[in-house]
C-alpha cells in the first residue's frame, strides 16, 4: 500500500534486490526519498550490461508479495519500506521483466467475443422456479 505522507528525515535503507537466478542479489545503500526508477537504473547498470538491459523494460516488486513499485514513485510511499525500517530488517526486492508480470485480470480477446455474443438464455435460469445460484448461473 501506498501512504500519503510525506517522506519523514533523511533515513538511509538497505535494499537486496534480486534479478534472476543466474545473478547474484545486488545490496546497495540509498535513501528512502530515492526513486523507484533511480533504483532500478542502479540495479541494471550493477549487472554491467547497461547496453543490453534498459531500466523501462523492468518492475521491482515487493519479495513474497504481490506488490509492485510504481517507477515515478519515492520509497517513502509504500508501507513496506517503513515496516522493515521499524523492525530493521532489509527491504527485500526483485526485478522482473515486464513480460514476466502476471496480468491475472487483464481482459483477452475471448471476453469481447463472448459479450458480443451472449445470449437471453445465458443470463436466465433454466426453469421459471429455480433460483439463481452460482451453478446455475453461467456468465
Known sequence: PILESGC???ISV???VHFSMDHPVTNFTCDI???VDHVISHVVCELGATTQLKSEEYAPKVWGMAEFLLPNSCLCDYEY???CIKLEKDVLVCLLHIDEVPRPLLRAAEDDIK???IKVD???SREPGDAFTHATVSV
Open 8 to 10: 519523514p528525515e533523511s
Open 33 to 35: 526519498s530515492s526513486r
Open 115 to 117: 459479450d458480443i455474443e
Open 81 to 83: 519500506f517503513h515496516h
Open 14 to 16: 538497505k535494499l537486496a
Open 122 to 124: 445465458d443470463l436466465l
